[in-house]
């Protein structure tokens, strides 16, 4: 009886460390960041308030005839799209043990194939949409396995391999847009034909043009099926065993090798996904031997969200805000944007520690 409290006691101070962790991250980055405005002398409570109004959450004083705090919150959702697929990915990886730093180049990969095979292309786009997306899964999933398969048949560790296949991928897909799909004004990849883009376009009365993300729809239900895998599903409970301890779940039988394959190529799949909402639905070119600096936010925002995929949601939604809104706090207070980046390592910061302080009172109790 005394044993059954204590468990319960145990799993009571576990849920609530999962909502106060993430709490007391956003609230401590945000007094770092009230600090950081006071120093450089700016009004820190207007300047944080321009963030959301960049991201279409605040009402900006004055829009463009085409732009309203509507158009600027579609754009943010855009842009929130990939952010949250790229947490995703890296959820999984951690979930079973494996660090999947490669977001970045998976995202390029898919973004890259997706471009040049039906983002030139005339297909209509109730065909391109579903191969865009396609492709982001399979490219995705086959860098993501590869990666996996080094580390199980030759001891690769999966942060040296993802890394040194960031730095191939955007030297390869570099030379190859330079070369044959460069645009010799902007000299970035030529612009990607409407008809394949990830977006529903819509014009109102008033004459506002929306741009709703395709991403959006597929993100939020790869959350609900990620998690639904891993807490449901057998394939699922193995990644959580092997990433739990790796021994024990070769003595009880499970077949780590696929296991870790299996791992990563559904990390890298989601990974595949976020670089194809990205590049063909926030986006519509590539910069030559330009990796994708969400890949790596997406480790804060998977940390965050406490490796769980639903609330991932809401730790994406929140990064997000820095990342869309820094644009039009920079122009608002004159601070420059990079301060976005800061947060976000902030963030990082504070939720790495905050796993460490959860793991290690788990270890003691």
């Given at each position: 009886m005394k044993q059954g409290k204590e468990s319960k006691t145990l799993t009571t101070r576990l849920r609530?460390?999962?909502?106060?962790?993430?709490?007391?991250?956003?609230?401590?980055?945000?007094?770092?960041?009230?600090?950081?405005?006071?120093?450089?002398?700016?009004?820190?409570?207007?300047?944080?308030?321009?963030?959301?109004?960049?991201?279409?959450?605040?009402?900006?004083?004055?829009?463009?005839?085409?732009?309203?705090m509507l158009t600027d919150f579609l754009s943010y959702l855009g842009i929130m799209s990939p952010m949250l697929l790229g947490s995703l990915g890296v959820v999984v990886g951690l979930r079973g043990g494996l660090f999947n730093i490669g977001v970045s180049g998976q995202m390029l990969t898919a973004g890259f194939l997706a471009t040049i095979l039906v983002g030139y292309s005339k297909l209509p786009p109730h065909l391109s949409i579903p191969l865009v997306l396609l492709i982001g899964l399979a490219a995705g999933a086959l860098l993501g396995a590869m990666i996996g398969w080094l580390k199980y048949r030759f001891n690769v560790h999966e942060v040296v391999s993802s890394i040194m296949f960031n730095y191939i991928v955007s030297f390869l897909t570099g030379y190859f847009i330079k070369t044959k799909y460069v645009d010799p004004i902007i000299r970035s990849s030529r612009q990607v034909a409407a008809n394949a883009k990830l977006q529903l376009v819509f014009h109102s009365a008033s004459g506002l043009k929306l741009v709703i993300p395709v991403g959006i729809f597929v993100a939020v239900a790869m959350a609900f099926l990620i998690r639904f895998y891993l807490e449901r599903m057998a394939g699922g409970f193995e990644i959580r065993m092997v990433g739990f301890n790796r021994e024990g779940?070769?003595?009880?039988?499970?077949?780590?090798?696929?296991?870790?394959?299996?791992?990563?190529?559904?990390?890298?799949?989601?990974?595949?996904?976020?670089?194809?909402t990205y590049y063909l639905g926030y986006y519509s070119t590539m910069v030559p031997k330009d990796l994708p600096s969400l890949g790596y936010d997406a480790i804060a925002v998977a940390l965050l969200g406490n490796l769980g995929p639903v609330s991932c949601i809401l730790s994406s939604a929140l990064i997000t805000i820095f990342q869309k809104g820094a644009v039009y706090m920079s122009s608002a207070t004159g601070v420059v944007r990079e301060i976005a980046s800061l947060v976000t390592g902030i963030l990082l910061l504070f939720s790495s520690l905050g796993v460490s302080m959860r793991e290690r009172s788990r270890h003691y109790d």
């Open positions: 609530s460390s999962r909502l106060l962790i993430p709490l007391a991250s956003v609230i401590l980055t945000f007094a770092v960041l009230i600090l950081v405005f006071v120093v450089i002398g700016r009004n820190p409570f207007s300047a944080i308030y321009s963030f959301f109004q960049g991201s279409g959450l605040g009402l900006k004083p004055s829009y463009s005839k085409s732009s309203s779940a070769a003595y009880a039988g499970v077949p780590i090798r696929n296991v870790m394959i299996r791992t990563m190529l559904i990390s890298g799949a989601l990974a595949g996904l976020a670089g194809v």
